[in-house]
């Protein structure tokens, strides 16, 4: 066992330091959506006016320190932001930026662990459902951490397994606008492979115009309305909040944007996938893919499926994925996409593209699940690296 050293929160890191922004400037700005849960890279940003905030820099952790962001695990390490640029974010973020003798990613790592957020936690006060963690309070405990050398291997390690989940997810991006890139070209620009093999309406295909679209379309095709295309998926069980985990054999899906809430082993409530389902939020603009076995979270997710057989659910995905939500109706509610106009190809056409795009998502679904075994392997060292239970050499 390495030998560990007590050391005050404060004496590792500086909470929430200050930095010089005038107010009223155009600046980056994280806010809470662009933390995933138990996911150390920050997905995004918005440029906004500086009026109040958190600011950092590159290399400073970011805490939510709000119920029930916190307890869901919403901790991230900016490393998005050119050298010596300063961004501001939500006021719900604790800012942590290492002292001298303290590694950055090793002070990420502790952010995360059961110790550290079993003493946020512990700190945390106000009323139900907007309790917030006491930063002063916060600051007095008592951690034990290793020398820096050893912080730096730590940190190593689980930065590896990291930066594997973060290829595989920019590898997915990669799948599904390979998919998309597809759906333009055959489904919008009627570039379809024709019996010669070349792109159908550039090499002079016959088009029709449609009254009811208000365009051209391909011969042979006509226009429909999503109801005719689209069901729901019956007798859809939903997985109780205290009984989803941060772990487990089946995912669980949700409207919010992270997509997956978390994990469940209760094999009562799977829904077992032999081709694909579709998630459609009811109060977002969320539409994904599930090619896997599943359960399902919060009401409001409404879990979708072909019924016509010249669009099947790769396609329909993308038909889906494509509407403007934002056009229909109080919270995008689904009753309200029923009458959406859409496109119905020939069915050999939506066949082989369905042939095309099958094994993207096959890939696609196996990074999703590796990077599901590689977090369990990070939170399973994790602790044990901590705690000094296991060393790196």
Request: aromatic share 10%; with cysteine; proline share 4%.
């Amino acid at each position: 066992m390495s030998k560990l050293i007590s050391k005050r929160i404060d004496d590792l890191a500086f909470f929430n330091p200050s930095e010089k922004i005038v107010e009223g400037q155009t600046l980056k700005k994280i806010p809470m959506e662009n933390l995933n849960v138990w996911s150390r890279k920050i997905t995004g940003f918005v440029l906004g006016e500086y009026k109040s905030g958190s600011k950092f820099r590159n290399n400073d952790v970011l805490v939510a320190k709000i119920t029930p962001c916190l307890e869901n695990g919403k901790t991230a390490y900016v490393d998005i932001l050119d050298e010596n640029e300063v961004a501001f974010g939500s006021t719900e973020f604790i800012v942590l930026r290492p002292k001298e003798g303290i590694d950055s990613n090793f002070l990420y790592y502790l952010a995360i662990s059961p110790t550290f957020r079993k003493r946020a936690i512990s700190c945390m006060e106000g009323t139900s459902g907007r309790k917030r963690v006491n930063e002063s309070t916060l600051k007095l405990y008592d951690i034990l951490l290793p020398q820096e050398k050893q912080q730096k291997k730590i940190a190593n390690v689980l930065l590896a397994l990291d930066k594997k989940i973060e290829l595989n997810n920019r590898i997915n991006a990669e799948l599904e606008a390979m998919a998309k890139t597809l759906y333009d070209y055959w489904f919008v620009q009627f570039d379809f492979p024709n019996e010669e093999g070349k792109p159908y309406k550039s090499s002079g295909g016959k088009m029709v115009y449609n009254t009811t679209l208000k365009r051209e379309i391909p011969e042979g095709w006509r226009d429909g309305i999503i109801e005719e295309v689209l069901d729901k998926v019956p007798h859809t069980i939903k997985v109780l909040n205290k009984n989803i985990l941060r772990s487990g054999k089946y995912p669980v899906v949700d409207q919010g944007q992270e997509y997956i809430c978390g994990f469940t082993d209760t094999k009562e409530s799977v829904l077992e996938v032999k081709d694909a389902h579709i998630i459609f939020g009811d109060h977002t603009t969320i539409v994904k893919l599930v090619n896997f076995d599943y359960s399902r979270g919060a009401d409001g997710t409404q879990i979708l499926i072909s019924k016509e057989e010249r669009i099947p659910n790769y396609l329909l995905y993308q038909m889906v994925n494509n509407l403007n939500l934002t056009r229909y109706g109080y919270a995008r509610h689904f009753k309200f996409l029923k009458e959406a106009k859409i496109i119905l190809p020939m069915i050999n056409i939506s066949n082989k593209y369905n042939e095309i795009v099958i094994p993207i998502y096959e890939k696609w679904r196996h990074n999703f699940f590796e990077n599901i075994n590689l977090s369990e392997l990070r939170d399973f060292l994790l602790p044990m690296l901590m705690n000094g239970q296991v060393t790196v050499k």
